[in-house]
């Protein structure tokens, strides 16, 4: 028989599992899902986050990027494909917002942002991030809205004091006259 010291396998697989477990809760947290694409044989991996993001069961659906496509809002998707495909073209970094359109017809604003990865030596693979930043843009859209609002009340203020001059400044000479 033999004995074999395992000690050192099972330590770096309980470290792995808390990388993971970190990682994980770390992208849950920063609404930030990771992805994995193969340009040549077309295989994508999503994190669960991914998964989350947009609203997909990882049980019951299969990444592509032609089910990734589809969800993109069609006013987006020409300029998502040209920064795409110019990223592949280039094998170069890319960053890119968009929106996408989910089952129940909510819309969600994204930046996806990857890059090759430079550790293949055969094919082309992205890596990457998506983030879902529909909070931030819609705060930015109530911000443009409460900026309108406030220019359209100084204009209106405004507009109020000049009336006031200008009434005082009429009612000066007719008060006399009257008088």
């Not at 843009?137 to 200008?166: C, D, F, H, P």
């Amino acid at each position: 028989g033999a004995a074999i010291d395992i000690t050192d396998r099972k330590r770096a697989e309980e470290d792995l599992r808390r990388s993971e477990a970190s990682l994980a809760q770390a992208q849950q947290i920063s609404r930030t899902g990771s992805w994995r694409w193969n340009v040549g044989t077309g295989e994508v991996r999503w994190s669960t986050e991914h998964f989350r993001i947009f609203s997909l069961d990882p049980l019951t659906a299969r990444p592509s990027y032609a089910s990734f496509r589809a969800l993109i809002h069609p006013d987006d998707r020409p300029a998502f494909e040209h920064a795409l495909d110019q990223a592949v073209r280039d094998r170069s970094r890319f960053q890119h917002e968009y929106r996408i359109v989910l089952r129940d017809g909510s819309v969600k604003h994204l930046q996806s942002v990857g890059q090759p990865d430079s550790t293949l030596s055969d094919g082309l693979e992205f890596v990457g991030t998506v983030m879902d930043i529909t909070d931030r843009k819609r705060a930015e859209e109530a911000l443009r809205n409460a900026q309108a609002e406030l220019v359209r009340v100084a204009r209106l203020t405004t507009m109020g004091e000049l009336l006031a001059s200008i009434a005082h400044e009429i009612n000066q000479p007719l008060a006399a006259v009257a008088a």
